[in-house]
């Protein structure tokens, strides 16, 4: 496993300028549609200076500066059910926390059903990743992807699997994440994970993280699925909900963020 973390670390230096290097860690033969550009998803960085990408910022201080304990080290972000902007927000946050001065992060794209991740940073498909690892046992360092962000690495899903299921609760992810979080003392891990209601293995997957945060899209996510969902969730590791599509109205921002009004947007 320390095979992981020299090219987490190798990654991190080889910052270059020149044009040929920009290709990242990973080669031709992994990925198909090749493109190094981010999402416009990616609001943190393609609206910098708007209320959306200021909540996430808020909302990395309020992680990783609690008011009690340690912040977490690794965290995982699901919803209830599909299409409440749970990848999205993984993204984002992943990107905020890495832009901060002394803070690394890993992205991993545990949603083996319907990856998104990769598309977030440019990539049109990546054939291997997550999947690859846990079931044929490629090396880490072959499958990590160093983002254009500085010091943010995604982790792809991989290929298509029949069980993913049992593929997230094996002892080989649970060895991953404990290996990732006690490594480094300056590394995130991120979890982009599947709906917790229609899949069984984001359940078991938040067994193994150290917090958990539910996203919940506003008017649209049911009260009782919520509630059910909540339930099922260890109370320790349970961080809270993150709402998602939420309004801010232009009198109350104004002095702050000229010219972006009322702001909504599928996400935090």
Do not use: W
Request: charge should be positive.
């Amino acid at each position: 496993m320390s095979r992981l973390f020299d090219a987490l670390e190798k990654a991190e230096k080889e910052r270059v300028g020149a044009e040929e290097k920009k290709k990242v860690h990973v080669t031709r033969r992994d990925i198909d549609g090749y493109h190094p550009g981010l999402s416009k998803e990616l609001v943190v960085f393609s609206e910098p200076n708007s209320v959306i990408a200021e909540e996430f910022r808020f909302l990395r201080s309020r992680i990783l500066r609690p008011l009690k304990g340690e912040p977490p080290k690794t965290i995982l972000i699901t919803s209830c059910l599909q299409g409440e902007g749970k990848t999205f927000v993984a993204a984002n946050l992943a990107a905020t926390i890495a832009k901060g001065f002394d803070e690394y992060v890993l992205l991993v794209d545990a949603d083996l059903r319907r990856p998104r991740v990769h598309q977030i940073f440019g990539y049109d498909y990546i054939r291997q990743g997550l999947s690859t690892h846990l079931m044929n046992g490629e090396p880490l360092e072959n499958l990590l992807i160093k983002t254009e962000i500085k010091k943010l690495t995604i982790l792809p899903a991989g290929e298509d699997c029949d069980n993913p299921s049992e593929l997230i609760s094996s002892k080989k992810m649970e060895e991953l994440i404990k290996e990732i979080r006690d490594r480094y003392p300056d590394r995130y891990v991120i979890f982009d994970s599947s709906p917790i209601e229609l899949t069984p293995e984001t359940f078991v997957l938040g067994h193994k993280v150290d917090a958990i945060y539910l996203i919940v899209k506003r008017a649209r996510t049911p009260r009782d699925v919520i509630k059910n969902t909540i339930e099922k969730f260890d109370k320790g590791r349970f961080k809270g909900i993150i709402l998602n599509g939420y309004e801010k109205r232009k009198r109350y921002y104004k002095k702050y963020y000229k010219g972006y009004g009322s702001y909504s947007y599928n996400g935090y």
